[in-house]
Every structure is written in structure tokens, then in C-alpha cells.
């Protein structure tokens, strides 16, 4: 018996994921048939509504039904899994960040039978093939995946892509037949506001670096270690990923989001010098500021690097460092976006308010810091309390987390209630910040530039 897996993820921003195109390329190269469901709520856009979405899941007659979950929107997926069993008595897997670092949680909520806690395309494979021979009863011992009825020390033992080059890379198609629009027509990337088609890319999977309020320091220990966890495609498959998206889709702007992108500069040399000759496109990347000097800078710079996006996070040095796990100095930070505007590439800086024992001077802090390297935009986040990360611990540890009301992940909205920072003062902070670095008239300026670029 074939069988269909259709996967579903909700998004309000873009409409690409990743993990869900890599998946989907190695299970079509293995005969299994795959759908795509995107629930979405994007600003500005028609809203899905949790019926919609289960309709548009059925209409696809699916054996299996996968979703794809961050913490922010489990509570929202949840709403769409209690519909779905009322109609629907096929298999139910769930996978995703929150799954990962929040098994029990998942796997506890009526409606989920299988969840994914690792990488998931052996384990997902071997689940679609066991389906078709023996059908969804009694299921075999699969790395990777737990059973509701039948949880097994091996379904707990994390699975992944330990050599990226055996398995295919990313599949944009699944993206491009979904729904009416093309590919260039849809929401991809950040550029997309600005009317430019980009592509979301990536050259590797992972990342070293252990900061206390991100899921990849959870990551890290759950998969055995950086040396496991960090990998990437060798540059002769890296450029052939990315020349082969570029001549299918057409995008006039590739957008480069591994986490670091520029850990090793011997392999950006070689990437860059490759990408230059076989792909052209101007790009953009996010990494660590700490690890880009002038010499490398002017070698992306020369291949088509237009924009860079890079955590600031705290402009109050101390605390980045004890808190944060970021052991990089102002004056690095300082430095290294002078090196980037010597070389014409626009600067965009993340920057997170509302964390645990930041206070009122920390936040002065970083808008100073933003203030004297003048990037070209800054993004404010509100800190929110993501499962298994250290600065979590922290604030629940100090009891500094309110009762989140249920059913609710707003991350406009404050997670924690502190002395030192009340949640009523995050909200006027970020709403200053982004009047200052982030305001329409600041993010028009960025796309005007980007336009041009694109133009010439």
C-alpha cells in the first residue's frame, strides 16, 4: 500500500521550512508520496482558521499526517490535531523543536500517536515503509521515534544526518505546487516585503556556540556532543545545491541562514571563489561578528555579500557574558561592523529585552551600543522561556516566570515579571527601540538599497 504523508506547519512569517524540504526530498526519492499544508497567519494576510486547515489536510487522503512544531505555536497545532482525530483515524506524528526539547509534553497530548526527537529522515522513512507492509499496528523499534502505546529505549535514541552529502538536499518543489501561487509569488524570506523573490538556503546543519537562551545549547548534549552536531556539505556540494535551486526557481537573492555562517574561513574561501563563477547571486548572511574579520569579509564581499544579520543581543558587556554565554567585547562588536560598512554591506542587528536579571541600565546599554555602530536596521525580540535552555532554568529558578495563560504564545508579550524589569516596561522598551532602529521609514531604506542592488 502507498503511502502518503502529508506534513503541516504553522507559520507567521515565512512560509518556507526547512527541516519539512529536507524531508520531503529523501522520502520522494524513496517512493513515498508527500503533501504540504501550511497553516498560516501572517500580517496583512488572510488568516487560516484551525478548520480550514484540517479540510485542506483531508482533502490530500494522507495515512500518515506530520506536523512540524516550534514552542510558540504548539498551542495553536494542538487545536488543529483535536479536529483532525474527530474525522480522521490514520497515524499522527508530531516532530519539530518543541517535540525535541519537550517530548513528554507532545507525546502526553491526546491525538499524537508518534513523535520524532531527533532528525527525522531515516526514522520517517522506516515508519512510511513499515506502514505500507504491515499497516499502522504493532509498530517495530525505530531510532528516533516514540510510540504513545509502545514508547521503547530505542525510539529514544536521537537520530540524524551524520554525512549531509548522502542525503538530498532541500526540496522547493513541495513549496512551489502547494496552493495556487508559485514559488516567486509566496512569502519566503525577510526581502519578501520588498518585493524581491530570495531563497532561504543553508550549507550546513548546527551550530558550536552554547548560548544560554537558544535550543541549539539543548541540542548540543542531546545529540552527543558539537563534533556530532555541527556539520556541513563539503563546498563542491554546497555550490551545486545552490546553482541547481538558482537555474529551477530563478530567485534574485539568496538568503544564507546557518547559524554561524562563517565559522571556517578556509571553506569560505573556497565557497565563495566557486559561488562567484557558478551561481552570482547577491546574498546575505547571519553570523557572529566575532568571526568575520576584514579578510574574510572582503572575500564574501567580492562574491556577492550584501547584508549581514548578527545577535547583538545585550549591549551591557558583563551581562552577556555571564548570562548570555556570548563571551564577545563591545569593542569586538564595535570593530567588526566597522569592517562591514568599510566594505558597503548593510548591518541588521538582533537585540533581546525582558530576559532574567537584565535591569534598566543594560537596556540603555544596548541601545547605545546599536547607537554607535549605526546599523542599517535593528530587530527586537521580547526573551521568551523556550524548554531545556539554561537561561530558562535560570528564571524559573528565581521564580521570575508568571503562569502563561493557557492556550496562548505571544511573543509581543513579555514571558517574565521582574524587580529589575517589569514585563509593562519590555513592552515600552521594545516599542522605543524599534521607533529608533526599526521603524517602516528605517526597514524601507534597507529595501530601497536592496532593490537597487537587485536593479543593477
Not at 510558540?72 to 499522527?92: A, E, Q
Request: overall charge negative; proline content about 5%.
Amino acid at each position: 500500500m502507498t503511502q502518503k504523508i502529508v506534513f503541516c506547519f504553522h507559520t507567521n512569517d515565512h512560509e518556507y521550512n526547512m527541516g519539512i524540504g529536507f524531508l520531503s526530498s529523501f522520502l520522494k526519492k524513496n517512493g513515498v508520496d508527500v503533501g504540504l499544508v501550511i497553516y498560516r497567519e501572517i500580517e496583512g494576510k488572510v488568516k487560516d482558521s484551525p478548520e480550514d486547515v484540517v479540510k485542506r489536510i483531508l482533502e490530500q487522503c494522507p495515512t500518515i499526517v506530520a506536523f512540524s512544531v516550534m514552542t510558540f505555536n504548539w498551542h495553536l497545532i494542538k487545536k488543529v490535531i483535536d479536529l483532525l482525530r474527530g474525522s480522521y483515524g490514520g497515524l499522527v506524528a508530531v516532530g519539530g523543536y518543541h517535540a525535541i526539547l519537550a517530548p513528554k509534553e507532545v507525546l502526553g497530548h491526546p491525538g499524537v500517536d508518534v513523535i520524532c526527537i531527533g532528525e527525522g529522515e531515516e526514522p520517517l522513512l522506516k515508519l512510511a515503509q513499515y506502514c505500507a507492509t504491515s499497516g499502522q499496528k504493532d509498530f517495530p523499534d525505530i531510532a528516533g521515534l516514540v510510540f504513545r502505546e509502545r514508547p521503547s529505549a530505542t525510539g529514544w535514541k536521537r537520530w540524524l544526518v551524520e554525512k549531509l552529502e548522502d542525503y538530498p538536499y532541500m526540496d522547493f518543489g513541495l513549496f512551489d505546487d502547494e496552493g495556487p501561487n508559485r514559488l516567486s509569488e509566496k512569502f519566503l524570506g525577510t526581502l519578501s516585503p520588498a518585493g524581491i523573490f530570495s531563497l532561504p538556503v543553508i550549507t550546513g546543519r548546527g551550530c558550536p556556540f552554547k548560548c544560554t537562551y537558544c535550543s541549539n545549547s539543548a541540542l548540543i548534549e542531546s545529540y552527543g556532543g558539537i563534533k556530532r552536531f555541527l556539520r556541513r556539505y563539503n563546498v563542491g556540494t554546497a555550490v551545486e545545491n545552490m546553482k541547481e535551486a538558482a537555474d529551477r526557481y530563478r530567485p534574485q537573492f539568496l538568503e544564507f541562514l546557518d547559524e554561524t555562517f562563517t565559522l571556517n574561513k578556509a571553506w569560505i574561501k573556497e565557497f565563495c571563489s566557486r559561488y562567484k563563477h557558478d551561481v552570482g547571486l547577491p546574498f546575505s548572511v547571519m553570523s557572529r561578528i566575532d568571526t568575520m574579520d576584514e579578510g574574510i569579509v572582503s572575500v564574501m564581499v567580492e562574491s556577492g555579500l550584501k547584508l549581514v544579520f548578527f545577535g547583538l543581543e545585550s549591549g551591557d558587556e558583563e551581562y552577556r557574558i555571564k548570562y548570555l554565554n556570548r563571551k564577545m567585547f563591545n569593542e569586538t562588536i564595535v570593530e567588526g561592523a566597522k569592517i562591514l560598512k568599510k566594505y558597503g554591506v548593510m548591518i541588521v542587528t538582533f537585540n533581546i529585552f525582558g530576559m532574567p536579571f537584565e535591569t534598566k541600565d543594560a537596556v540603555k546599554k544596548t541601545f547605545d551600543l546599536n547607537a554607535c555602530i549605526e546599523p542599517d536596521a535593528a530587530i527586537p525580540f521580547i526573551y521568551q522561556v523556550f524548554p531545556a535552555t539554561e537561561l530558562a532554568r535560570i528564571a524559573y529558578k528565581n521564580n521570575m516566570v508568571p503562569p502563561r495563560p493557557e492556550g496562548r504564545w505571544d511573543y509581543c508579550t513579555p514571558s517574565l515579571d521582574t524587580a529589575e524589569l517589569p514585563a509593562a516596561d519590555v513592552i515600552g522598551i521594545v516599542e522605543d527601540f524599534r521607533e529608533k532602529f526599526g521603524n517602516p521609514d528605517v526597514v524601507e531604506r534597507v529595501y530601497s538599497r536592496l532593490r537597487e542592488i537587485i536593479a543593477s
